[in-house]
């Protein structure tokens, strides 16, 4: 393990880091630009950048801590349904539905934390998908709250009024508000990591027994980041419902669950930019794939179990174990 | 009355599905994923060779045709697997589930399958009696039959020994010279059985489709979760309780009958985190 | 088996690098058009995956096969017409996707497809806010031509009303007054189940009760054992799909349909397909079949259908696909122009000639909600019925015989100035 060199992604690497970090935000910042002339829509981009918050959250807890959670759809889905919950009988305020969705998302993690910390390892991810379902079926049972198997509809982006205007969301400017968010995840992340807590995080991850002699409430370190990662998931969520225009079930369904957590492996569970990276491959596979056959599900499984088998380090890791030899 | 008896036969279901992936998870430390897909395929196979074969010719042959599929996977996919983190197996079988699900769809068809039954089997055994018909009354004894050969299989037999003492501990008997390559095969193909089996059951039940074994497999891991990781007889008895728990919230307030699942789930972490019969510190 | 449809979909640049690793298994099909003129495209969203995926594929079938007929006889304004699929899962949220995929990247002209009411809800909302058209082939909520109607919408298939009324007045002279209901718990199986109670208590009948099941349940007993202990003349199971299946499978095992007539709303070709022999029973109402003797058209439909796909005879989702694709080139070349209101104007009143409507009477999209009316085929499943055989047309019924009007349905139509 060369867990030691992630763990600080700031202090060593130095200047050719911060270049390519660059780099990448003035990509981003471009996107409406390039990337139609590439043959991709802004939509695409929106919906690969609301992945990798949800991942990035879900990375807190999956690649730092070690835990294995196989269920953060479900607070995904909260942060959608609160959302369009909120549009529809609170107030048609875009910031308080984005809010209130990872409100919602939040207090589910911090309820959840506690019963399923009580397990490690395998029986932690069983655990996790487990009360994933419960919410998936609360979903689709309350019928007069939620729409049921329909799903929530009936709300859209409202204009976001800033200083008395009233900007109207297109797709080009939501997409800029979802940068915008992502970037604040990040940097709240980047801050995360480089703390003391963040350190204590990656203890947890490489050497739990230790943690425990040592006087740590190993526990409570691990509900933490489980609660932490479930807000910024649920922001992911909120900001989905508004990309759509409804939330559904299927947000909070294990499938998606499972598609977190390759996002993640895919990209590089130990990188900081894995997520992000897995996100970006895996949402244009997906739109790809299922645009062009009928057996896309095939292949989707196939980049599964080739990542498993030959990209357990993921993309990231991968190239940096290249670049080290 | 009624309802409990119900909830009893899908609690079967569970239950059968959950001693399988119990095993899998105990002796292999992978959580099969791909269980459910294992399940249709079982019942699927049942289906192309029943014409030849007949009912119990099916409910014979066609489980071991899951198994050797099963086989194979388990030597190409996940024998790498062995002894890494957990999550890559789960992703793998993640995934395999999907592809598998694919195959099914391309192969069968995406329109459901009428598998039939015997037509002794599909009529109500007394008119006061008329929710036990021949073929609920067989899927128990199939189900008991078989729960008590295995249980039978682990106590009394040379590998079955093996696979409760590598259940407890892998590394000293492979110490002994124990070829637990042999024994992790034997006993995930033992585990695809019972799913094959779950799925031809459960195709004489329901509708077959390619999705037949979603439905089944999260009740199953709760089965696990209730009855305790590691406790074969806590997996069937967890799929049982639950089972039951589903069929009775059903007919008293039908909307809470999944949730009430893993309401149980909860409080059972909650009051005996480790499960009924689950033993502490495994697999953690 | 793959792709027979999705002609021509070339991605260039960062699609083609993502995608580059299985590229070598994707086989583009042949364009059988001169190259030169730019298609006009419609873009078709059906689930191909999931629970729906065999209704959705006959939809696409049905689509395609009329795309062809429409590109012999000269496109669309002289050009080509290409159909674009997509899969929506059956579940809203990859459908919207794939709208928005199809409409800032293809740039179809047109949308149509849905097999659910929840996708065709939400691509009605996400067409109006794109100012495009939309034809529901097969997600039948009343509100989607009711109260939550708009200007871009239509609908081919039929509303849960009309599905309800379709076969009411035979079932209740044929086998009694007194009836049990067992209705999936979400908003169309509510929807089936109150249009039935309502014609039920006006006729002077009575519902013993209602058993809810949810949507996805495997078990039907505990839902079968009340019905049996209200001893009603008829039991009505408003399941689809997967569901329906399930609980005819049990209630015969339970040997309910030797006490009681088992019937129902909407049915399908592909559920009575999928049950075993002892389970094809009871009443139920079709949207259109492929046997009406003496329907002009028909029978070179059917041939030419079994002649593409293995044999398999035109189910009323083909029809639906066939009919919707059909009718958006008629009314392009009647408007003479893509332009959504335009097209949309010409749609209204637009009357499908008789070898696109395939069944007698006058089949038209009425102008003041865009609902199609056509004819509803109630009837019965005939004991031991075989493919292709498995109903039983008792009568034709006029859908604007039964219909509500406009005004009832609660639809009332703003157009964008």
């Known amino acids: 393990m060369s867990a030691s060199i992630e763990t600080k992604p700031a202090a060593a690497q130095g200047s050719a880091r911060m270049l390519v970090a660059a780099g990448i935000w003035v990509l981003l910042l471009l996107v409406p630009l390039w990337l139609p002339a590439l043959g991709g829509y802004t939509d695409l981009a929106t919906r690969a950048l609301i992945y990798a918050i949800a991942a990035s959250g879900l990375n807190l807890v999956l690649g730092y801590t070690g835990g294995l959670s196989f269920g953060h759809a479900a607070y995904f889905g909260l942060g959608a349904y609160g959302a369009g919950l909120c549009l529809i009988y609170i107030a048609p305020s875009l910031p308080l539905a984005i809010l209130a969705g990872t409100v919602l998302g939040g207090i589910a993690g911090i309820l959840v934390g506690p019963m399923a910390m009580k397990r490690k390892g395998i029986y932690f991810a069983m655990i996790t998908i487990a009360f994933g379902q419960m919410f998936y079926f609360i979903a689709v049972r309350w019928n007069a709250l939620t729409g049921g198997e329909d799903g929530l509809t009936g709300f859209s982006r409202v204009p976001l009024h800033l200083g008395g205007h009233a900007i109207h969301m297109g797709p080009v400017r939501f997409y800029y508000l979802v940068l915008a968010l992502f970037a604040v995840v990040m940097l709240v992340l980047w801050q995360i990591l480089r ?55 299927d947000n909070l369904g294990w499938q998606l669950s499972g598609s977190f957590v390759v996002i993640c492996v895919l990209g590089g569970m130990r990188s900081y930019w894995g997520p992000f990276l897995g996100a970006i491959i895996f949402i244009v596979a997906q739109d790809y794939l299922s645009s062009v056959t009928q057996n896309w599900m095939s292949f989707i499984g196939l980049i599964f179990v080739l990542a498993v088998l030959f990209f357990p380090q993921g993309l990231l890791g991968f190239i940096k174990g290249r670049a080290r030899s | 009355m009624y309802s409990a008896f119900n909830g009893l036969i899908v609690g079967i279901f569970y239950a059968l599905m959950a001693l399988g992936l119990s095993l899998i998870l105990g002796l292999n430390g992978v959580i099969n994923f791909a269980h459910g897909t294992f399940m249709a395929l079982g019942g699927y196979l049942a289906f192309t060779i029943e014409p030849y074969v007949g009912f119990w010719g099916s409910l014979i042959l066609a489980p071991f045709g899951a198994v050797v599929l099963g086989l194979l996977v388990e030597r ?206 495994l697999f953690e | 088996m793959v792709f027979k449809n999705t002609a021509s979909l070339n991605r260039r640049g960062l699609l083609k690098a993502g995608a580059a690793a299985s590229a070598s298994s994707l086989i583009l099909p042949e364009v059988s058009w001169a190259q030169s003129e730019s298609p006009v495209k419609i873009g078709n969203i059906d689930p191909r995956t999931g629970t729906y995926a065999a209704l959705g594929e006959n939809q696409i079938r049905g689509a395609t096969m009329a795309v062809d007929e429409i590109n012999k006889k000269g496109g669309i304004l002289g050009r080509p017409v290409q159909l674009l699929v997509e899969d929506s899962q059956g579940l809203p949220g990859p459908a919207v996707s794939k709208a928005q995929k199809m409409v800032s990247q293809d740039k179809v002209d047109f949308l149509m497809g849905s097999v659910n009411s929840a996708v065709s809800a939400s691509l009605a909302q996400f067409s109006s806010q794109h100012n495009l058209l939309y034809i529901d082939t097969g997600g039948h909520a009343d509100p989607i031509t009711g109260k939550n109607c708009t200007w871009n919408t239509f609908r081919t298939c039929s509303t849960t ?257």
């Open chain 3, 161 to 417: 009303w009309l599905e309800t009324a379709a076969d009411f007045d035979l079932l209740y002279q044929k086998f009694g007054k007194k009836w049990f209901f067992i209705t999936p718990d979400y908003a169309f199986g509510h929807s089936l189940h109150d249009d039935y109670v309502a014609q039920l208590t006006k006729a002077g009948g009575v519902s013993l009760g209602n058993a809810l099941a949810p949507l996805g349940t495997t078990d039907f007993s505990s839902y079968l054992i009340q019905a049996r202990a209200a001893k009603p003349d008829v039991l009505i199971c408003l399941q689809a799909g997967d569901d329906l299946v399930n609980v005819l499978k049990q209630a015969v095992q339970f040997g309910m349909n030797t006490q009681m007539t088992i019937a129902g709303a909407q049915q399908e070709l592909e559920v009575l397909e999928a049950l075993p022999p002892a389970a094809r029973l009871g009443w139920w109402t079709f949207e259109w079949y492929w046997n009406q003797p003496g329907v002009p058209h028909l029978e070179e439909f059917v041939a030419a259908h079994k002649a593409k796909y293995n044999g398999k005879v035109p189910t009323a989702r083909t029809w639906f696909g066939y009919a919707s694709a059909h009718a958006i080139a008629l009314a392009a070349n009647q408007a003479k122009s893509l332009d959504a209101l335009k097209v949309v104007r010409a749609l209204e009143g637009l009357v499908l000639p008789p070898e696109v409507a395939l069944q007698p009477g006058k089949c038209y999209y009425r102008a003041e909600d865009h609902q199609m009316i056509a004819n509803m085929f109630p009837g019965n499943v005939p004991n031991g019925a075989t493919y292709p055989n498995l109903f039983n047309v008792a009568q034709t019924v006029p859908s604007g015989t039964i219909a509500k009007s406009p005004a009832e349905a609660g639809c009332k139509l703003v157009y964008p100035s």
């Open chain 1, 195 to 249: 703390s003391p807590l963040g350190h204590s995080f990656v203890a947890v991850r490489e050497n739990t027994t230790r943690l425990r002699f040592l006087g740590v409430a190993v526990d409570k370190q691990i509900w933490v980041a489980f609660a932490i990662s479930t807000f910024i998931t649920a922001l992911a969520g909120a900001l989905n419902a508004l990309l759509t225009g409804f939330a559904s079930p």
């Open chain 2, 76 to 281: 190409i996919l996940i024998r790498p697997l062995y002894g890494r983190d957990p999550l890559f197996s789960l992703l793998l079988t993640f995934g395999l589930a999907m592809i598998m699900e694919d195959l099914i769809r391309t192969i069968w068809g995406s329109v459901g399958q009428p598998f039939a039954l015997p037509n002794y089997l599909n009529t109500p055994l007394s008119a006061s009696l008329f929710f036990l018909t021949g073929y609920r009354l067989v899927l128990i004894a199939i189900t008991i039959l078989v729960t008590g050969a295995l249980f039978a299989v682990l106590r009394y037999t040379r590998i079955g020994i093996r696979i409760r003492a590598g259940n407890a501990d892998l590394e000293t008997i492979s110490a002994m010279g124990v070829n637990i390559f042999f024994l992790r095969a034997a006993n995930f193909g033992i585990g695809i059985f019972l799913a094959g089996l779950a799925g031809i059951l459960a195709a004489g039940q329901l509708g077959l489709s390619p999705s037949i074994g979603s439905s089944l497999i999260m009740p199953s891991f709760v089965a696990i979760i209730v009855g305790g990781v590691g406790s074969l007889i806590g997996s069937v008895l967890g799929g049982l309780i639950i089972g039951i728990a589903s069929g009775i919230t059903a007919a008293f307030f039908p909307v809470a009958q999944e949730v009430v699942i893993y309401v149980i789930m909860a409080v059972v972490l909650v009051l005996r985190p480790r499960g009924l019969l689950g033993q502490e510190g």
